[in-house]
């Protein structure tokens, strides 16, 4: 059984920067895309960013291009999200996630595996 244990999230201000880092075990991390999303209060989870499994491949939500960046290291079973230039409507809490397709999907249900979710917070 896969399990993503996510860390990193808190406080920080607009325009700061903050990095979650998803931690894999179980299964072989290699052979799933991984992705971020987020989830608001009365909201569906949104798709912030996927990486394939090479990590050659990557996509991003509109709502966060060009200011965050997801990146992983195979050997480590880790992912990782870099986010910049934070704004108040990127707080949510976020959530790791693993597919078993090759490419990330950008649809919640695709996704065979999630994490617990960290809270991030952006004060204005």
């Known amino acids: 059984q896969v399990q993503l244990v996510e860390s990193g999230g808190g406080l920080v201000q607009a325009g700061g920067s903050l990095g979650l880092t998803c931690a894999a075990s179980?299964?072989?991390?290699?052979?799933?895309?991984m992705g971020w999303f987020r989830r608001t209060p009365g909201k569906e989870r949104e798709f912030v960013v996927g990486i394939s499994r090479s990590g050659a491949t990557k996509r991003y939500g509109e709502s966060v291009q060009g200011r965050f960046t997801i990146s992983r290291d195979n050997a480590k079973n880790m992912v990782y999200l870099q986010m910049n230039s934070l704004k108040p409507e990127d707080t949510a809490v976020y959530y790791c996630?693993?597919?078993?397709?090759?490419?990330?999907?950008?649809?919640?249900?695709?996704?065979?595996?999630w994490g617990q979710g960290i809270q991030v917070t952006v004060s204005s």
């Open positions: 179980g299964g072989t991390f290699s052979d799933k895309a």
């Open positions: 996630g693993g597919s078993l397709n090759s490419v990330p999907p950008q649809s919640a249900p695709d996704f065979d595996f």
